[in-house]
C-alpha cells in the first residue's frame, strides 16, 4: 500500500511539475509575442503622430487596451476575486472620470489583481501608471512606455517630483487619461515592512505592520496637479480611490510580510495558488475634502494608511474589512474580450509580418540596384 501511495505522489508530482512548465511556456510566448507584436503596431502608427495626433492617440489607446487584455488569459485563472459589494458601486461611479486610484502593494500579484480591475471597467486604455523605472524594460513596461505612464526618474527628490509634473502637464491631460494608477508605499510589504517600520519609529510616524508606511511625494503632486496648481485642468477631477487588496490562503487570512502567504506573480504563472482569494474594497474620497496644504495633505495620506491598517488587521482576524456584516461580489473576467484581444493580435500578426516583409523585400532590392550602380561607375 505504501508503494502505490509513493507511486501515485510521484506520477501526481510529475503531472505538476509538467502542468507549470506548460503554463511557463504559455505566459512567455503570449506576454513576449504580443509585446513584440504591440511594438510593431506602434511604429506602423508612429506617423501619425506628427500628423494626425488626435487619431494617434484614438488608435494607441485601442491598441493598448487589446494589448492589455491579451496579456491577462493567465491572469484571469486568478481564483475568487472578490469586491466589497457595498464599494463596488463607487468605482462604478468614476469608472469613466478622472479619479487617483491608490492601492497597497503587497505582492506582485497585486498588479494583475489591477489589471483585472480595470478589464472588468473597460478603462485600462485611459489608465495611467505610475511606476518604478526598474519596470521600463519589462515586458509590462514597454507597451506602458508607448502609452506614456510615468516611471520615476533617477535624481534627487526635486528632479523626481519636477518630472512627475512635467509628464502630467504634456502628456496625461493633453491625452485625455482618467485613471492615475499607483503603489504610494514605493515597494513590496515583503520587502519594505521593516525599513518603514524603522523610518516611522525614527520620526515619530505611524508603525504599520499590515501595510508600509505611504512614500508621499508623488501624491502630493498628482493632486496638486489635479487641483491646477501644477497646470491649467481641462475639467474638474474630484475623486480619490482608496483600494485595500487583501488575500487568504485555504481560509486563512493572510496578510503578512511572508513570500509565501501573499499572491505573487509566480503563483499567477505556475498556478500555484490553489486555495488562495482575492478581497478588495474601495473608499472613495472627494477631491474638496482633502486638504490643500502639502505637509497637512502627508498627514491626510498617513491617516488613511492608519485606516488600512485597522481594515486590514479586522480582516486578519475576522475576514472582513469592518466590524460590520459584509457581502463579496465574485470578479468574473471576461473571457469573450480576452478571445476578442487574441484574434485581434494574431490577425494583427499576419498583416504585420506581410506589411513588415514587403518593406524589407523593397529595402534589399533598392540596396542591390544601388550597390550595382556603384559597381557600373567604376
Not at 489607446?61 to 484571469?76: D, H, N, Q, R
Not at 497585486?110 to 478589464?119: I, S
Amino acid at each position: 500500500t505504501t508503494l502505490l501511495y509513493t507511486i501515485k505522489f510521484e506520477e501526481m508530482a510529475l503531472f505538476l511539475t509538467l502542468y507549470q512548465i506548460i503554463r511557463l511556456v504559455l505566459f512567455i510566448i503570449n506576454v513576449v509575442s504580443v509585446c513584440l507584436l504591440h511594438s510593431s503596431f506602434m511604429v506602423v502608427l508612429l506617423p501619425l503622430k506628427w500628423i494626425f495626433p488626435n487619431l494617434h492617440r484614438t488608435l494607441e489607446s485601442f491598441v493598448y487596451s487589446k494589448c492589455g487584455e491579451a496579456m491577462l488569459p493567465i491572469f484571469t485563472s486568478i481564483p475568487q476575486l472578490r469586491i466589497h459589494s457595498d464599494s463596488l458601486s463607487v468605482l462604478e461611479k468614476v469608472a469613466n472620470q478622472k479619479a487617483v486610484i491608490m492601492a497597497n502593494h503587497q505582492d506582485s500579484g497585486d498588479v494583475p489583481v489591477m489589471m483585472n480591475l480595470m478589464t472588468h471597467f473597460r478603462n485600462s486604455h485611459s489608465a495611467t501608471w505610475i511606476m518604478d523605472r526598474m519596470f521600463r524594460w519589462t515586458p509590462f513596461g514597454i507597451p506602458c512606455r508607448w502609452h506614456n505612464d510615468f516611471f520615476s526618474a533617477e535624481g534627487s527628490k526635486q528632479q523626481i517630483v519636477d518630472a512627475l509634473r512635467a509628464h502630467f502637464s504634456t502628456s496625461y491631460f493633453n491625452d485625455g487619461r482618467k485613471w492615475v494608477v499607483m503603489f504610494p508605499e514605493g515597494g513590496y510589504l515583503k520587502n519594505r515592512g521593516e525599513s518603514a517600520r524603522r523610518f516611522a519609529a525614527k520620526n515619530d510616524l505611524p508603525v504599520l505592520y499590515n501595510c508600509c508606511l505611504p512614500r508621499a511625494t508623488a501624491f502630493v503632486n498628482i493632486v496638486q496637479s489635479f487641483r491646477g496648481e501644477v497646470c491649467p485642468v481641462p475639467d474638474s477631477v474630484e475623486h480619490v480611490i482608496d483600494v485595500t487588496i487583501a488575500y487568504t490562503s485555504r481560509g486563512v487570512c493572510s496578510i503578512s510580510s511572508s513570500p509565501a502567504d501573499n499572491l505573487n506573480l509566480s503563483d499567477v504563472v505556475y498556478g500555484t495558488f490553489t486555495g488562495k482569494e482575492v478581497f478588495i474594497n474601495f473608499r472613495h474620497f472627494s477631491l474638496s475634502e482633502i486638504p490643500t496644504d502639502e505637509e497637512e495633505l502627508t498627514d491626510w495620506l498617513y491617516e488613511r494608511y492608519k485606516e488600512k491598517e485597522e481594515m486590514l488587521s479586522t480582516f486578519r482576524e475576522k475576514g472582513v474589512f469592518s466590524e460590520e456584516a459584509e457581502e463579496f461580489k465574485q470578479l468574473v473576467p471576461s473571457r469573450c474580450h480576452i478571445l476578442g484581444a487574441l484574434s485581434f493580435w494574431y490577425i494583427s500578426a499576419f498583416f504585420l509580418w506581410d506589411f513588415y516583409h514587403s518593406i524589407a523585400i523593397r529595402a534589399l532590392s533598392l540596396l542591390t540596384g544601388l550597390y550595382s550602380a556603384y559597381l557600373n561607375l567604376f
